[in-house]
């Protein structure tokens, strides 16, 4: 059973920044190299949204709202997927999740592509 757990949330100001880290485990490491991996967020009272993906590859897709001030990143070799939130805006406010999947029929952007989730990680921005 694969597990994902996400830590690095918090409440930061406006501006800020924070490191939002995923631990996969109950995976082989043959099978997390394949994995297209996402970080989706999901605000109070809005539709969950993916906000950056790193494909098997090493390529890398964001979002607008994310582009230049949100990195993806992953360590096969740690079973491990890292978000880089900078510059961050009241905006920005939302449980984060990691998911990780193949991406089929809806790719890998599409919470419908994934396979895996955890169960998030919240972060609070204060204007």
């Known amino acids: 059973q694969v597990q994902l757990v996400e830590t690095g949330g918090g409440a930061v100001q406006a501006g800020g920044s924070l490191r939002l880290a995923c631990a996969a485990s109950g995976v082989s490491l043959s099978a997390f190299r394949q994995y297209c991996m996402t970080w989706f967020r999901q605000a109070p009272g809005k539709v969950r949204e993916g906000v950056a993906t790193i494909f098997s590859t090493g390529t890398t897709e964001y979002t607008t709202s994310a582009q230049g001030r949100f990195t993806i990143s992953r360590d096969n070799a740690n079973y491990s997927l890292y978000l880089e939130l900078t510059n961050l805006k009241p905006e920005d406010t939302a449980m984060y999740y990691c998911?990780?999947?193949?991406?089929?029929?809806?790719?890998?952007?599409?919470?419908?592509?994934?396979?895996?989730w955890g169960k998030g990680t919240l972060v609070t921005i204060s204007s």
């Open positions: 998911a990780a999947g193949l991406g089929r029929e809806y790719g890998c952007g599409d919470a419908r592509g994934m396979d895996h």
